[in-house]
T-cell receptor, first 111, second 115 residues
Framework: GQQLNQNPQSMFIQEGEDVSMNCTSSSIFNTWLWYKQDPGEGPVLLIALYKAGELTSNGRLTAQFGITRKDSFLNISASIPSDVGIYFCAGYTGANSKLTFGKGITLSVRP | DTEVTQTPKHLVMGMTNKKSLKCEQHMGHRAMYWYKQKAKKPPELMFVYSYEKLSINESVPSRFSPECPNSSLLNLHLHALQPEDSALYLC??????????????FGPGTRLLVL
């Protein structure tokens, strides 16, 4: 089936550091979405990617749609305490209208 | 405006109660979704409405009953729930379904506790 792999489950970084997280699959995806979720809140859309090779930025965040269409990465530069949360990748394969989610990466930022 | 609103924010109910969760969006989106999310897990799809018609039911127990009164509103009626149904219930909307127009925007969720 369609699965999105996000590893590791948790990441710990120092405030001010850059961090990169990726999302991989054995299936081809046509759309990649990156969400951040704070405790008790709904996921917030960070970046949406629609074309292979596409590189998109949103402030300190940059994400890329892999050219093989089987992966995507998200970079956060100069991390700050409010970057703490769970980061989910998600995507569509085009086989149906269901969004596939990765298991998420919990990011902790040490001041 | 990319806002999806959900009420109530928190809900505590007994196993014999009937309650409803409400979701609203004014972005002109024609697809709306219900998800269930357990702590530290990704959202699990429950239902998809496309153009006000139920298009996907992920084999959800009948104690959960969705309703889409119009293109802006989505309800989830709850009856005779079990304690294991306690979770964060998320509503989402997208312009349409499918890859290029299916970018989903989530509401803040309803935290449900079943006693």
């Amino acid at each position: 089936g369609q699965q999105l792999n996000q590893n590791p489950q948790s990441m710990f970084i120092q405030e001010g550091e850059d961090v990169s997280m990726n999302c991989t699959s054995s299936s081809i995806f046509n759309t990649w979405l990156w969400y951040k979720q704070d405790p008790g809140e709904g996921p917030v859309l960070l970046i949406a990617l629609y074309k292979a090779g596409e590189l998109t930025s949103n402030g300190r965040l940059t994400a890329q749609f892999g050219i093989t269409r089987k992966d995507s990465f998200l970079n956060i530069s100069a991390s700050i305490p409010s970057d703490v949360g769970i980061y989910f990748c998600a995507g569509y394969t085009g086989a149906n209208s269901k969004l596939t989610f990765g298991k998420g990466i919990t990011l902790s930022v040490r001041p | 405006d990319t806002e999806v609103t959900q009420t109530p924010k928190h809900l505590v109910m007994g196993m014999t109660n009937k309650k409803s969760l409400k979701c609203e969006q004014h972005m002109g989106h024609r697809a709306m979704y219900w998800y269930k999310q357990k702590a530290k897990k990704p959202p699990e799809l429950m239902f998809v409405y496309s153009y006000e018609k139920l298009s996907i039911n992920e084999s959800v127990p009948s104690r959960f009953s969705p309703e889409c009164p119009n293109s802006s509103l989505l309800n989830l009626h709850l009856h005779a729930l079990q304690p294991e149904d306690s979770a964060l219930y998320l509503c989402a909307s997208s312009p349409s379904t499918g890859t290029s127009s299916g970018t989903q925007y989530f509401g803040p969720g309803t935290r449900l506790l079943v006693l």
